[in-house]
């Protein structure tokens, strides 16, 4: 469900191959790239009226890059179409209209995500805008496998309130409870530690 405003999503799915496109599809098409903008709303599950004026937001590491749906009856990117969106990684979706709407990601399960994290860099944490790699709920430490460091903060955004909700951890306790991940939600990882980890389902 993408509320009106901002939200912070993830896809936990991985399109491992066209079919999974096609048999969505009638009729022909040129190849798509998988997770793809084109891929993920036009063809997998198709928008429509009000889905337009949404805006995605991706972190690119310095800023933000930014594609805007400006179709009413199909979407349609008019810059950014060959944004990808894949596991292990999050998003903003901002929905600019009144009304929530459902949006249906396809695909598979990754079995195997490794996630590299950069340290800090001329002594500011480097922010990381990621997500479990499969669409399950829970703790953090139980969906991810991420385990935190001394000094690093976990935020979560509430649509709400329009606004981050920090869990920083601090010598071996998180100090507002150990942070816990919906179906689809992303989080920002803030650290000034180089951190690599393995994320393993069967």
Do not use: C
């Not at 004026?53 to 690119?60: D, E, L, P, R, S």
């Not at 990621?130 to 703790?139: H, R």
Request: aromatic residues 12%.
């Amino acid at each position: 469900m993408v509320a009106p405003g901002t939200n912070l999503l993830a896809d936990q799915l991985y399109q491992v191959d066209d079919t999974i496109l096609h048999t969505q599809y009638e009729g022909g098409i040129a190849i798509l790239p998988m997770n793809s903008l084109v891929s993920l709303f036009a063809v997998s599950h198709p928008w429509g009226t009000a889905e337009s004026g949404t805006i995605i937001y991706q972190w690119n590491g310095d800023g933000f890059t930014a594609a805007m749906n400006s179709g009413y009856f199909e979407p349609d990117w008019p810059a950014n179409a060959d944004m990808t969106l894949v596991p292990g990684n999050s998003f903003l979706m901002v929905n600019t209209n009144s009304s929530a709407f459902t949006n249906l990601f396809l695909g598979l399960v990754r079995g195997e995500q490794i996630f590299h994290v950069g340290p800090a860099t001329n002594g500011s944490p480097s922010t990381n805008y990621l997500s479990a790699t499969v669409p399950a709920a829970g703790y953090i430490t139980n969906v991810t496998d991420y385990r935190p460091h001394n000094g690093d903060t976990i935020k979560l955004w509430n649509t709400a309130s329009n606004a981050y909700v920090s869990y920083p951890y601090l010598g071996t306790n998180w100090t507002q409870g150990v942070p816990e991940l919906g179906v689809g939600q992303g989080f920002l990882l803030i650290t000034t530690n180089a951190e690599s980890w393995t994320n393993l389902w069967q």
